[in-house]
C-alpha cells in the first residue's frame, strides 16, 4: 500500500538503531496483523481503559492510531456525548482508519495525521491514550511532556505497552521460545525493543508525571487454548522477516515460513506445553495542570 512510506519492506527503512519509524511498517499484511492482534488485545485494553477512567462524555486523543481500534475501542466508552481524535504519523494508515470509522457509521472519531506530541489542536482533551506506541519512540519521556500538554487539569494519561522479557514455556516448546528470541532480539538490534517494563515507569518520572499506576496482564494457556497466540507469533515473524534476516539473527532456511505455522503448532501440541506469552502492560497517570496547549 505504502512502500513510499518505508511500508512494504520494514528492513530497507528502519534498520538503523535510534530510527523513529515503526519497524513493521504500514503494509496491508502490517494493518490486517494489526488488526487481528486488535481482537487479541481488545479485552485487556478495554479494561485498562476503564479502571483508569476512560467514561462517557470525555474527549480522548489517541496517540498513534494505526487502523484505528483503540480510537473505535475509546468511542465506545466515551459514547455519543464524547469524542476522539486519532492520530498517527503515517497518512496511509489515518486514511484507513477514517475510511474504518466511516464503515462503522461511527460520528464520534476523527483521525489527523501528524505527531500529536508536536501538534496543536483547538481544544484540551480529558485523556490520551496509546497502545504500542510509547517503546518506537526515540525518547518515551519527551513524547509523554508533549502529550501532557494537550490535557485539562488532572487529564489521565492512559497506555498500554508490550513487554516480552517473561515469554516462555513449560514443559518447554523450542520454536516458541526460539520464535519469541528473534522477535526480541531482532528489535533490540533495530533500536526498538519491544519491552517496555523495564523503561515504564522512568519515562513518566523523566516526563515530570506523577508516578503512573501500572497493571501486567500475561497470556498463560495449556497447548490446548494457544491457537490464537501462536497464530500472533507467526504473524509477527511474518511481518518481521526481511528485518530478522537483515539483523542476522535467523536465517530464512532456520524460520521456514511455509511450514512455520505447522510446526510451532504440532510441538507445542506435541510437548504438551503450557505458553506463556507477551506481557500486558498498562500504565497511567493524572497530569499536573498544563501551562501552555
Ligand atoms: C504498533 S502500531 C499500534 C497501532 C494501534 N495503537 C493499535 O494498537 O492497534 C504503532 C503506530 O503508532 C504510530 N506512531 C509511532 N510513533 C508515533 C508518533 N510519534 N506520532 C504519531 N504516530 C506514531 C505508527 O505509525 C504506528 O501506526
Redesign the pocket.
Known sequence: MNSDQGGANPSAANSVAGNPD?VLG?SDHELNR?RA??RL?EPVTRQFLREAGIAPGMHVLD?????G??AFLAAELVGETGSVLG????PS?VAIATQAARERGLHNVQFRA????ELTFERRFDAVV????LP??ADPSA?LRGLARHLVPDGLLVFHEPDWTCVRSFPPAPLYDEACRWVDETTRLTGQSWNFLDRAHAAFAAADLPAPTMRMHTFLAGASQTHEWLMAVADIVESLLPTIIEQGVATAEDIDLATFRERLCAEVTANDSVIVGRSEIGIWTTAPPATDC
Request: no cysteine; glycine share 14%.
Open positions: 515503526y504500514h494489526l492482534q486488535a488485545l496517540v498513534g492510531s494505526g487502523a481500534e483503540v492520530t498517527d504519523r503515517v494508515a501528524g505527531d500529536p506530541a496509546g497502545r504500542y506506541v518506537f519512540q513524547m
